[in-house]
């Protein structure tokens, strides 16, 4: 599977839009791009997942580059409840076993 | 409502004696899986089972068995614990393997002394 970068950590004014960046430059043709988040050691969320196409969902928007080597999460109204760590994940869609690896993602902290 | 429940959430045992983290899931998910995650390293996951009775080594199964005799539950078992098992761990399952959302479980925080 590709690797994913991702920055460290970020910000943002609660009510306002979180946009997370996420670089897979090494992405194959058949490798799906996922979005989880992890709230303080909960078991880690599913957000949303796209291929190319923009995707949205009650959640969040994924916007994926034409090229298919970068995407952002937008949370487009953060809230308080959105602090956590985000990770954004390659995977490649097919009948066997395809774990989940999880890098070391993104701390958000909504800030009031 | 649709979930993945574990038990139990949090165990402190000790080195040698046999613990069984239970993990079950009421979707009718054919995929279940077992991870773990330890500071720095992420989740690795240690085994995996496509349907029932067809299980298979993850990452890093030494030191585990599981065993999926009926869909909805998905056992690890530990028969000997030891101090470097220390770690959170989570089950997850899913439809199948593959293509689509994980849901995983709340997680057993687990100590061996």
């Known amino acids: 599977d590709a690797k994913t970068t991702q920055p460290t950590s970020m910000d943002c004014a609660e009510g306002r839009a979180a946009n997370l960046p996420c670089n897979h430059s090494?992405?194959?043709?058949?490798?799906?791009v996922y979005w989880y988040r992890q709230i303080h050691s909960q078991g880690p969320q599913y957000i949303i997942h796209g291929l190319k196409n923009n995707e949205t969902n009650e959640m969040a928007s994924l916007i994926i580059t034409e090229d298919r080597k970068s995407s952002t999460l937008i949370l487009p109204h953060a809230t308080l409840r959105d602090t956590a760590v985000y990770y954004c994940?390659?995977?490649?869609?097919?009948?066997?076993?395809?774990?989940?690896?999880f890098g070391k993602g993104t701390r958000l902290s909504v800030i009031a | 409502e649709a979930q993945v429940t574990q038990n139990p959430r949090y165990l402190i045992t000790v080195t040698g004696k046999k613990l069984t983290v239970t993990c079950s899931q009421n979707?009718?998910?054919?995929?279940m899986s077992w991870y773990r995650q330890d500071p720095g390293l992420g989740l690795r996951q240690i085994y995996y089972s496509m349907n029932v009775e067809v299980t298979d080594k993850g990452d890093v199964p030494e030191g585990y068995k599981v065993s999926r005799k009926e869909k909805r539950n998905f056992p690890l078992i530990l028969e000997s614990p030891s101090p470097n098992q220390t770690s959170l761990y989570f089950c997850?399952?899913?439809?199948?393997?593959?293509?689509?959302?994980?849901?995983f479980g709340p997680g057993t925080r687990l100590t061996v002394l």
């Open positions: 994940i390659v995977r490649v869609a097919n009948s066997g076993n395809t774990p989940l690896v």
């Open positions: 979707m009718n998910h054919e995929y």
């Open positions: 090494t992405i194959s043709g058949n490798e799906y």
């Open positions: 997850a399952s899913s439809l199948w393997s593959s293509g689509n959302e994980q849901f």
